[in-house]
């Protein structure tokens, strides 16, 4: 299935859910409801792209071909996301996919670590609210800003530099800082 447009852009759509097996092509730009959206197929972005609803949700896996991926409102990363440029949730975030980015990494809202240990790929990755991991770990490969608390994680590892305005950063393990540490 392929999206030549915006959907939802006049009049949102109440909810949207794709079903696994297939690949759906977003080439529109933007997608809008009021309620979930749930992407149970691969999807491929083909434009800059903004999914906007209550709860976005992707169960299958995103590849990004180079364009950026927002969410406005809460998301659940299910599944892997792969080759956006940028990669940003302005609510809570269930980080239970690895994500990839060739640019930024920006989490706005509280977001958690699920499902086990994950790996976020970016220059650029930034926490602005509180991070949870539970017994899950948290790679970052780049460079980490932490603006809230980190609690309640097993371990942390960052390749590159770390800029943590936070109150604390707290592990059960391990905290490795591969760069300059501020």
């Known amino acids: 299935v392929t999206l030549g447009g915006a959907v939802g852009g006049a009049q949102p759509l109440a909810s949207l859910t794709t079903n696994a097996g297939g690949t759906l092509l977003v080439n529109g730009g933007n997608i809008t409801t009021t309620g979930k959206q749930t992407y149970g197929d691969t999807v491929s972005l083909g434009a800059d792209t903004v999914l906007n609803g209550s709860l976005v949700r992707n169960d299958g896996p995103v590849v ?51 499902g086990g240990n994950r790996l976020l790929t970016a220059p650029s990755v930034t926490f602005a609210d509180t991070l949870t991991g539970g017994t899950n770990s948290l790679a970052v490969d780049g460079n980490l800003a932490i603006e809230g608390v980190v609690v309640s994680m ?16 707290t592990t059960s393990g391990t905290q490795t800082y591969g760069g300059l540490l501020t």
């Open 154 to 169: 097993a371990n942390l590892n960052v390749t590159g530099a770390t800029s943590i305005n936070a109150a604390s950063v």
């Open 64 to 114: 990004g071909n180079g364009r950026s991926l927002a969410i406005v409102g809460d998301a659940t990363v299910s599944a892997e996301i792969s080759n956006v440029s940028t990669f940003a949730v302005s609510g809570a975030a269930t980080i239970g996919g690895n994500v990839a980015a060739t640019v930024s990494q920006t989490y706005s809202g509280p977001a958690s670590i699920d």
